[in-house]
């Protein structure tokens, strides 16, 4: 209940690490919930998820337990996310984190760029009023964009532009400098990966017939290592990185970093 009403329609996950087990069940118009045919444990971490109320939390809890559990109201985080000519962004997922409380949660937008994240803590549990959200967008094609801090039950739009400054253009060659001239059963895939030794695979894309390709939505001012993927009869025929010098190389430490709005001349080496 919210201490005062029942709260219909909340799900109730119950997970034992020693038994390596889930159970779930709902709330139902009274508020009661079961969850049955737990395995004997002590360990249980029940969390209870309802719309619009803050996630609750139980630790170590024993099967065949009765657990009654008072949810808070929750506050939310609502807006728009739009291109610099005003339409909406659909799927744009978008993370609200606070380091304060360690929360993180995602929504997406819907067909008119609406997102609506519901169920934030608005306060800590020494009673201090969290400030610390930031929200987060990831739309495709467009650089990630952040906001924050601030408190829950704020409204916070986005509007996003495509730039050179977020982009790495280029041509790519063959191993004798000629540009390439792709058939129906050949493409090339190019993934840009954030510089560094291992991970950050941030966006990709596939080259145009004559080897030209664009890559969007990166951060201006950083750096991106290039993986250049070329495959024929669905089958990979050479996978390389670019070199400073934009020629292929086999292994990621050898690659070098290239700055957004720049073209990038590739070749395949032999």
């Not at 045919?37 to 109320?53: G, I, K, R």
């Not at 017939?209 to 024929?232: S, V, W």
Request: aromatic share 12%.
């Amino acid at each position: 209940s919210d201490g005062r009403t029942p709260v219909y329609d909340a799900t109730i996950t119950a997970f034992s690490k020693d038994r390596d087990h889930t159970g779930q069940g709902q709330s139902n118009l009274n508020g009661y919930y079961e969850i049955d045919h737990l395995p004997q444990s002590f360990d249980y971490e029940m969390t209870v998820h309802a719309p619009s109320y803050v996630r609750a939390q139980e630790m170590n809890i024993s099967s065949g337990s009765t657990v009654n559990v008072n949810l808070t109201k929750g506050g939310q985080i609502s807006g728009y996310i739009k291109t610099e000519s005003g339409i909406g962004i659909q799927e744009v997922r978008v993370v609200i984190e606070s380091q304060s409380i360690q929360f993180e949660t995602i929504g997406l937008t819907d067909n008119r760029g609406y997102y609506f994240v519901e169920g934030l803590s608005i306060y800590d549990r020494n009673g201090n009023q969290v400030t610390d959200y930031f929200v987060k967008i990831y739309p495709f094609g467009y650089a990630s964009q952040t906001y924050g801090p601030i408190s829950a039950n704020e409204t916070v739009n986005f509007v996003c532009v495509k730039s050179a400054e977020n982009e790495i253009f280029g041509v790519i060659t063959d191993e004798f400098g000629n540009a390439v001239n792709l058939s129906a059963d050949s493409r090339i895939i190019v993934k840009a990966y954030k510089s560094g030794d291992t991970g950050g695979f941030e966006a990709k894309v596939q080259a145009e017939l004559d080897g030209t390709f664009t890559i969007e939505g990166l951060d201006a001012g950083k750096t991106y290592q290039l993986k250049f993927i070329f495959i024929q009869n669905n089958g990979v025929v050479k996978s390389q990185w670019a070199d400073k010098n934009g020629v292929g190389v086999d292994e990621r430490v050898d690659a070098s970093g290239f700055e957004t709005n720049r073209e990038i001349l590739f070749q395949f080496k032999k």
